[in-house]
């Protein structure tokens, strides 16, 4: 890892050449970021105790993570506005993870529970940071938007529902079951046991919040909460049958490994991908669309080797996974922040509450929490991404696909699945290339596909093709095959140009296929030809088959030179 960049300065972010701000311009940008980390502040922190509940641990260990990780990321960060804490998504798979293992079988051994979560974060953080190591942070593309959309807007469903017991007030029965299925069947069905107190808290504080959002600079749930709490305490709310977030401990910060078997280890390690996969790919699909949107640069295995730390540091004080969430990034940009003070900021003001109202936090009505959490996902229920996608009439099966893997399997399955959707779908497509034949466009020696607008010729006695995809062990064959269909189906061609613009490179299964190709058109008394070679591609032919397809005079810069070199070339057959 690089040294780390000192924390950024106070100046606001300015387009080049725009001059160095002045004094007097870099207090606004200060006191903005102060601003911004009180809203982030007033978000956090009732997010923190929903999201211990999503990830079946004790308050603090999500608190401990939170402050971990806007520590960590303001030391090493590249992105101004994202912050890095508990997510929900984070906090669900990670439980679910956990659960699947069969020595931490959820509340029936919550300290194997305990220690196999912290492992999981440990060994996540670990693979975040080899994988940086590695320069692998383009890896996040591999799982498209569709799916990390459909993956999100399920997942979002999926929390907001399981925000309703407390919202209604209702006890749901361990035979019930916990998905979200089963929650809402069982809250539509037994209407009575709502409670109308605990649902007129909940009225009251979503239409605080709601009302509070036409301010964006202001911390609403957190001016929610602290109402909240006052309200619990003069009109003791508990003794109308309003639950209470109860007490909970104060982060002790004390460094630790995870206790658990070798074999267990093993068994974390397994699971462990799925997460890998979720923290970056939720973190940089924040991170870019903030970058995006400001005109900043960030760097992908920077970013990946950060979030990284921040997972090992959270899990070696006792602290759950964190990721940079859209929720607080978003609130954060929303708020004025202009560097990532805000995120010390932020810092600052949870550790004043919890060395300050530590005590009160207590009295928090429950429906009060649960509406903060149903308002912290609320952009995620919005469908407009999904539309999007579906009106364009493409990936509409991996959209689909995603949300019914995490609405029919639960979080952990579902991601897996909606990772393997990705996979399948640039496998198949890779997989089924389509070869288009090129002619010849006038005198201008471009060569672009025949029977297109252009009104391109064909070069007689010339077959000259080009793959759409990359030539690897998925698409070689299929191309090869392709080839001699088409060789066998025209009269008069003496040789075949291939064109490997789309291949950087070329694996030993496409290697091998070339050169069949090679042999197969030799033996027909024809000739093959490369075009549009590139460098690796041109080193490796040369290096494995330099009396054959690997010589100079069979591999050309471009199509142009290809078709003027095929006039040099007597009688290839008896090389």
């Given at each position: 890892?690089?040294?780390?960049?000192?924390?950024?300065?106070?100046?606001?972010?300015?387009a080049?050449f725009?001059?160095?701000?002045?004094?007097?311009?870099?207090?606004?940008?200060?006191?903005?970021?102060?601003?911004?980390?009180?809203?982030?502040?007033g978000?956090?922190?009732?997010?923190?105790?929903?999201?211990?509940?999503?990830?079946r641990?004790?308050?603090?260990?999500?608190?401990t993570?939170?402050?971990?990780?806007?520590?960590?990321?303001?030391?090493?960060?590249?992105?101004?506005?994202a912050?890095?804490?508990?997510?929900?998504?984070?906090?669900?798979?990670?439980a679910?993870a956990?659960?699947?293992?069969p020595?931490a079988?959820?509340a029936?051994?919550?300290?194997?529970?305990?220690q196999a979560?912290?492992?999981?974060?440990?060994l996540?953080?670990?693979?975040l940071?080899?994988l940086?190591?590695?320069?692998?942070?383009?890896?996040?593309?591999?799982?498209?938007?569709?799916?990390?959309?459909?993956?999100?807007?399920?997942l979002a469903i999926?929390?907001v529902i399981?925000?309703?017991?407390?919202?209604?007030?209702?006890?749901?029965?361990?035979?019930?079951?916990?998905?979200?299925?089963?929650v809402l069947?069982?809250?539509a069905?037994?209407?009575?046991a709502?409670?109308?107190?605990?649902?007129?808290?909940?009225?009251a504080?979503?239409?605080?919040?709601?009302?509070?959002?036409?301010w964006?600079?202001?911390?609403?749930?957190?001016?929610?909460?602290?109402?909240?709490i006052?309200?619990?305490h003069?009109?003791?709310?508990?003794?109308?049958?309003?639950?209470e977030?109860?007490?909970?401990?104060?982060p002790?910060?004390k460094?630790?490994?995870?206790?658990?078997?070798?074999?267990?280890?093993?068994?974390?390690?397994?699971?462990?991908?799925?997460?890998?996969v979720?923290?970056?790919?939720e973190?940089?699909?924040?991170?870019?669309?903030?970058?995006?949107?400001?005109?900043?640069?960030?760097?992908?295995?920077r970013e990946?080797?950060v979030?990284?730390?921040?997972n090992?540091?959270?899990?070696l004080?006792?602290?759950?996974?964190?990721?940079?969430?859209f929720?607080?990034t978003?609130?954060?940009t929303?708020?004025?922040?202009?560097s990532?003070?805000?995120?010390?900021?932020?810092?600052?003001v949870?550790?004043a509450?919890?060395a300050?109202a530590?005590p009160?936090?207590?009295?928090?009505p429950?429906?009060v929490?649960?509406?903060a959490?149903?308002?912290?996902?609320?952009?995620?229920?919005?469908?407009?991404?999904?539309?999007a996608?579906w009106?364009?009439?493409?990936?509409?099966?991996?959209?689909?696909?995603?949300?019914?893997?995490?609405l029919?399997?639960?979080?952990?399955h579902?991601?897996?699945?909606a990772?393997?959707?990705?996979?399948?779908?640039?496998?198949?497509r890779?997989?089924?290339p389509?070869?288009?034949?090129?002619?010849e466009?006038?005198?201008?020696?471009?060569?672009?596909?025949?029977?297109?607008?252009?009104g391109a010729?064909a070069?007689?006695g010339?077959?000259?093709?080009?793959?759409?995809?990359?030539?690897?062990?998925?698409s070689a064959e299929?191309?090869?095959t392709d080839?001699?269909?088409?060789?066998?189906?025209?009269?008069?061609?003496?040789?075949?140009?291939?064109s490997l613009?789309e291949?950087?490179?070329?694996?030993?299964?496409?290697?091998?296929?070339?050169?069949?190709?090679?042999?197969?058109?030799?033996?027909?008394?024809r000739s093959?030809?490369?075009?549009?070679?590139k460098?690796?591609v041109?080193?490796?032919?040369?290096?494995?088959?330099?009396h054959?397809?690997?010589r100079?005079?069979?591999m050309f810069?471009?199509?142009?030179?290809?078709?003027?070199?095929?006039?040099?070339?007597?009688d290839?057959?008896?090389r």
């Amino acid at each position: 890892m690089t040294t780390a960049p000192s924390l950024p300065s106070d100046q606001p972010h300015v387009a080049p050449f725009a001059g160095t701000p002045s004094v007097s311009a870099a207090t606004p940008s200060r006191w903005r970021d102060i601003g911004a980390g009180l809203c982030v502040a007033g978000l956090l922190l009732p997010e923190a105790v929903a999201y211990a509940g999503l990830a079946r641990m004790p308050v603090v260990y999500a608190l401990t993570a939170t402050m971990a990780g806007l520590a960590i990321y303001a030391l090493f960060g590249g992105s101004r506005f994202a912050i890095v804490a508990p997510t929900s998504s984070t906090a669900t798979f990670s439980a679910a993870a956990v659960v699947s293992l069969p020595a931490a079988a959820g509340a029936a051994n919550p300290v194997a529970h305990t220690q196999a979560l912290l492992a999981l974060v440990l060994l996540s953080g670990i693979a975040l940071m080899l994988l940086a190591w590695a320069r692998q942070g383009q890896l996040s593309a591999f799982v498209s938007r569709p799916v990390l959309r459909g993956f999100a807007f399920a997942l979002a469903i999926t929390i907001v529902i399981r925000q309703l017991p407390d919202a209604l007030g209702f006890a749901l029965p361990h035979e019930a079951g916990s998905g979200p299925l089963h929650v809402l069947m069982f809250a539509a069905g037994h209407v009575q046991a709502w409670h109308g107190a605990s649902i007129a808290v909940a009225l009251a504080a979503a239409s605080l919040i709601a009302g509070l959002k036409r301010w964006p600079q202001l911390p609403a749930s957190m001016l929610v909460i602290v109402l909240a709490i006052i309200a619990a305490h003069w009109f003791d709310l508990k003794s109308l049958g309003v639950e209470e977030v109860g007490a909970f401990e104060r982060p002790a910060f004390k460094p630790g490994l995870p206790d658990l078997p070798l074999a267990e280890w093993l068994r974390v390690g397994e699971v462990a991908f799925g997460l890998v996969v979720l923290v970056f790919a939720e973190s940089w699909g924040s991170m870019r669309t903030m970058a995006l949107a400001h005109g900043d640069t960030l760097d992908a295995n920077r970013e990946l080797m950060v979030l990284g730390a921040c997972n090992v540091g959270a899990a070696l004080l006792q602290g759950i996974a964190v990721g940079a969430g859209f929720s607080a990034t978003s609130a954060n940009t929303a708020a004025g922040a202009s560097s990532r003070w805000a995120g010390v900021a932020a810092l600052v003001v949870i550790a004043a509450a919890l060395a300050y109202a530590l005590p009160a936090l207590h009295l928090l009505p429950r429906p009060v929490l649960a509406v903060a959490v149903i308002a912290a996902l609320w952009h995620g229920l919005s469908a407009r991404p999904l539309l999007a996608v579906w009106r364009m009439n493409r990936d509409r099966v991996l959209v689909v696909g995603a949300v019914a893997a995490v609405l029919l399997f639960g979080v952990m399955h579902g991601m897996l699945v909606a990772i393997a959707l990705s996979l399948l779908a640039a496998l198949r497509r890779f997989s089924q290339p389509v070869v288009h034949e090129l002619g010849e466009l006038g005198t201008s020696r471009n060569f672009v596909t025949l029977n297109g607008p252009a009104g391109a010729t064909a070069v007689p006695g010339l077959l000259i093709l080009r793959p759409e995809e990359p030539l690897f062990f998925a698409s070689a064959e299929r191309v090869v095959t392709d080839v001699m269909e088409r060789v066998r189906g025209r009269d008069g061609v003496k040789a075949v140009i291939l064109s490997l613009e789309e291949s950087a490179d070329l694996d030993s299964t496409a290697v091998e296929c070339l050169l069949e190709l090679n042999q197969r058109l030799r033996d027909s008394g024809r000739s093959l030809v490369l075009a549009r070679v590139k460098d690796p591609v041109r080193e490796l032919l040369g290096r494995w088959d330099q009396h054959g397809l690997g010589r100079p005079e069979r591999m050309f810069w471009s199509v142009a030179d290809a078709v003027q070199g095929l006039h040099a070339i007597r009688d290839d057959t008896a090389r």
